[in-house]
């Protein structure tokens, strides 16, 4: 079995052993293939979900084939199967690469486990028959973390009862699923806010399963809180961490942990002995704040309360209202004490005392008739918050009044209710608003109709108002502008913020939700019930820096109401960028002789954080001795003017490093190139000086090139391509020589027929601008069949050194140009006189020096014919020495 993890292979050893085989095929191919008689097996490993073309392993290698052979090799899958779909093979080299279809891990071994592998198995055919061999390949998908955990339900309920020990643990039985294995499957819970008095903790059972577990960190109190809403947290471990949530909502459950106890534990009301049956008294009211059946009342006289007591004031067991049951004999008794008990679910019943004064009417009292316009159940009376002002509510008539006496009707009680004679009607009178009300402000009146007439009878008729919520109020956020901060790179689904939103209307019509606006992008996420805001992804900075948008809370009333928040969130920079030049490298032209200090180019650099992340800072790494930058404009300068003669290219390293913490950097080159001055006469390198001569046969034929002048010119360019010219002449034939102006060539034009010393002054001049550039040299041709009297032609050099330069060269005048111009030679009279001396001393060596060589020249005439020496043989000599001219001109 061979095991491959990546496309190492070796093939050092295939050389030998597949050489042999192919020496051995003609004479025993059985042999040869001997080893192929074995199935042989190659196991790889991969990836889920890499892309098309990704390569897998190649077969031929990792069997160490020679693929020399003939007839070549050739692979082949025989059958196709659930695995071929997800590989190619190339037939040829035996090289297996993933297919179009990504491997999905776990829909390709949905019921695998870790333990156990996933595995995509292959047959290969090694053909043709000769080679034949059957190769299994066996390719095992690793898992990646390509699925977030996912909880079963959107929403998870918890009960926890109120009187809950602290520590108590409750599991949160709907566990996340994630179908990635090991590290990338789920490997905590958490809570996205704990509300100070939950904690969440994760126990793992025998088959590596994660359970997470609520426990009680604080006592409950269901009359302060009865339902707390967040969202469970499933985190795997990724790098990085995928997320999944879920709404997770815990009911406290109600325990009897409530007693009633009543409003008013001491009532007084008064009534007419004359009052009829069933007349409203009182109503007593008792609250326990417990819930559902441990939260109801019933109310019952104490048995202090005497049976005939009883019968003359009914008590309702379930509203507490006492009516009248029967007629009082206001005569024998004016007081009655009723003592009443609220009874709850396993409590001490609560206790309240009605004081009942019986007033005496010596005749009967007026009767008051009261019809309700509004819904009217026991004496109370409904109203909706909506109803306008002078709204009716219900009609009074009285009756029973005395001959000769008068009657007033009047209203007791606070709100904004009034009652009024019913327009030109006597003794019939209308109770109605005089505001709209507010169930928000107040939820119910007690109002007190009076009829009293003129004998002092008096009559009262009680009254409850109750008034109707409605969907009369918007939500209204605790701040209508929210601004928020958070640091780019955040991990994904952050908490930004809870926002929260009060509706003071009742049940469902005060229950608030959470809507983020239409323009909100799609980052963005609201918990519909807790108002907490999440962004989904990693923020950059750079792509946007502020995210402005709306945020809706709506209420469950008919028709809904909704108020908004404006929310603004800001990316705070970090360090994530590193400086970037504008171009990849910069290069510069400057003139050679550059001043110093002056400006080479602007390097232009850019940094996409903000504030000191964005800084920049430009450093020269090499040539700091001969260059400077300007930070601030990134102007690249020189500190000495430059020479291109010395050095025509430099290459500076220029490094920008900005301001955040750690520090981010990057490099870049520059070139600055040294384009050429003219500020380098021609130098003449041949002839070498102004005394050298060469020797001309008088024979020489016109159009033989003579010599040349060679010169060089340190410049480039035009300020480098030179021109020769003869300027000035002298001597015998002078006319017949010639110049060639572009190499320098001297050649011969005509014939020679005298003899001597002819001198050629050459101007070299370059073509620079705006002024060219010259040197001068004097080329010496002495015309003779043999140079027998050296002296002789240097006396003629020395005595024609004084021949004049018609044009300024180049160097005159330099030793006086500058910012200082001084003297070279402070005791000029002296230096003239001592010139002077020296010139008369020179003319008289020269004269002597004339008259001796006269003196030897008259002797050689004389002799000529004696010692006469033949042209021909002087002819060899002279052409060696012409070519020794020669070689050294073209040096």
């Not at 297919?99 to 019921?111: F, G, Q, V, Y």
Request: hydrophobic share 35%.
């Amino acid at each position: 079995m061979i095991m491959l993890n990546s496309r190492h292979h070796s093939s050092s050893r295939r050389g030998g052993t597949w050489g042999l085989c192919i020496i051995l095929l003609y004479i025993s191919p059985p042999f040869c293939f001997a080893s192929f008689s074995q199935a042989k097996e190659l196991i790889y490993k991969i990836k889920e979900g890499l892309p098309r073309g990704t390569f897998i392993g190649s077969i031929g290698v990792d069997l160490d084939l020679d693929f020399t052979v003939k007839p070549p090799f050739l692979f082949s899958l025989p059958q196709t199967s659930i695995s071929d779909q997800y590989v190619n093979l190339n037939n040829t080299t035996g090289e297996l690469y993933t297919s179009a279809t990504d491997i999905d891990r776990e829909t390709l071994c949905p019921d695998n486990a870790e333990r156990y592998g996933c595995l995509l198995s292959l047959d290969v055919f090694l053909l043709p028959q000769q080679y034949f061999q059957l190769i299994k390949v066996k390719i095992f998908i690793e898992d990646v973390n390509d699925n977030r955990p996912k909880f079963p339900v959107d929403e998870i309920t918890l009960s926890v009862p109120e009187n809950t020990p602290i520590n108590s643990r409750y599991a949160v039985e709907h566990s996340a699923v994630d179908p990635d294995l090991g590290p990338n499957g789920v490997q905590t819970y958490w809570l996205v806010n704990d509300f100070g008095v939950f904690t969440l903790d994760v126990e793992e059972n025998e088959g590596g399963e994660l359970t997470p577990f609520l426990i009680v960190t604080d006592a409950l109190d269901r009359e302060r809180q009865d339902e707390y809403i967040t969202d469970i947290i499933a985190e795997d471990g990724g790098s990085p961490p995928l997320l999944g949530a879920a709404t997770f909502r815990i009911i406290i459950t109600d325990v009897n942990d409530n007693c009633p106890q009543f409003s008013e534990t001491h009532i007084n009301v008064s009534v007419r002995g004359n009052s009829s049956k069933g007349s409203y008294l009182t109503r007593l009211h008792a609250f326990d704040p417990d819930q559902g059946a441990n939260a109801q009342i019933s109310y019952a006289y104490s048995e202090r309360v005497t049976k005939e007591t009883r019968s003359w004031f009914h008590l309702n067991r379930t509203t507490g209202v006492i009516t009248l049951a029967g007629k009082i004999d206001s005569a024998s008794t004016t007081f009655y004490k009723l003592t009443v008990l609220a009874f709850g679910p396993g409590c001490i019943p609560a206790l309240a005392t009605v004081s009942v004064h019986v007033i005496k009417v010596v005749s009967g009292p007026p009767a008051v008739i009261a019809r309700y316009i509004a819904p009217e159940k026991d004496g109370v009376v409904t109203i909706k918050e909506s109803e306008p002002a002078f709204t009716p509510i219900a009609f009074f008539t009285v009756r029973n009044i005395a001959t000769n006496q008068r009657v007033d009707c009047l209203l007791e009680g606070t709100g904004p209710f009034r009652l009024v004679p019913y327009q030109q009607l006597k003794y019939e009178y209308l109770l109605e608003t005089t505001a709209p009300l507010d169930y928000e402000v107040i939820e119910e009146y007690d109002l007190i109709v009076v009829a009293e007439n003129t004998g002092g009878l008096v009559m009262k008729t009680f009254l409850k108002v109750q008034v109707l919520d409605e969907n009369d109020n918007a939500p209204v956020f605790q701040q209508s502008s929210v601004e928020l901060l958070i640091e780019e790179n955040n991990p994904p689904n952050s908490f930004l913020t809870q926002l929260k939103a009060a509706d003071p209307d009742s049940g469902s019509r005060g229950e608030v939700i959470y809507l983020l606006g239409g323009d909100t992008p799609g980052i963005f996420a609201i918990d519909r019930v807790t108002g907490v805001l999440n962004v989904t992804t990693s923020l950059d900075r750079e792509e946007k820096e502020t995210y402005r948008f709306l945020v809706r809370a709506v209420d469950q009333g008919t028709p809904r109401r909704e108020s908004i928040a404006t929310v603004v969130v800001t990316v705070k920079d970090q360090n994530d960028n590193s400086p970037r030049f504008i171009d990849k490298d910069f290069t510069f032209f400057v003139p050679e002789n550059f001043p110093g200090y002056g400006e080479i180019g602007v390097i232009s650099v850019t940094d996409a954080d903000a504030g000191e992340n964005g800084w920049v800072a430009l450093s020269i790494l090499n040539g700091s001795d001969i260059f400077m930058i300007d930070t601030g404009r990134g102007a690249l300068r020189t500190k000495t003017p430059l020479d291109r003669e010395q050095q025509g290219t430099y290459h500076l390293w220029i490094e920008a490093s900005d301001g955040g913490e750690p520090r981010l950097s990057c490099v870049t080159m520059v070139t600055v190139l040294l384009l050429d001055v003219n500020d380098n006469p021609p130098i003449v390198l041949f002839p070498q000086s102004n005394q050298s001569y060469m020797l001309v046969l008088p024979n020489t034929l016109p159009g033989t090139s003579i010599t040349e002048v060679y010169a060089v010119d340190k410049d480039t360019g035009m300020n480098a391509v030179i021109a020769y010219s003869i300027i000035k002449r002298k001597g015998g034939e002078t006319e017949s020589f010639d110049i060639d102006s572009n190499t320098g060539n001297i050649t011969l034009k005509r014939g020679l027929n005298n003899r001597g010393l002819c001198s050629l002054l050459v101007k070299v001049s370059d073509h620079g601008q705006p002024e060219p550039l010259f040197s001068t040299v004097m080329v010496n041709f002495f015309v003779n069949e043999t140079v027998s009297n050296e002296s002789y032609i240097q006396s003629l050099l020395t005595r024609d050194a004084d021949i004049q330069i018609e044009e300024k060269p180049w160097f005159i005048g330099q030793m006086t140009e500058g910012p200082e111009r001084y003297e070279l030679f402070p005791c000029q009279p002296v230096v003239i006189v001592l010139s002077l001396t020296c010139l008369g001393l020179f003319i008289m060596v020269v004269t002597l020096m004339s008259y001796i060589s006269c003196q030897k020249l008259k002797k050689r005439k004389k002799k000529q014919i004696e010692v006469e020496v033949p042209l021909k043989q002087n002819n060899d000599s002279m052409q060696v020495v012409n070519r020794k001219i020669r070689q050294i001109s073209n040096l």
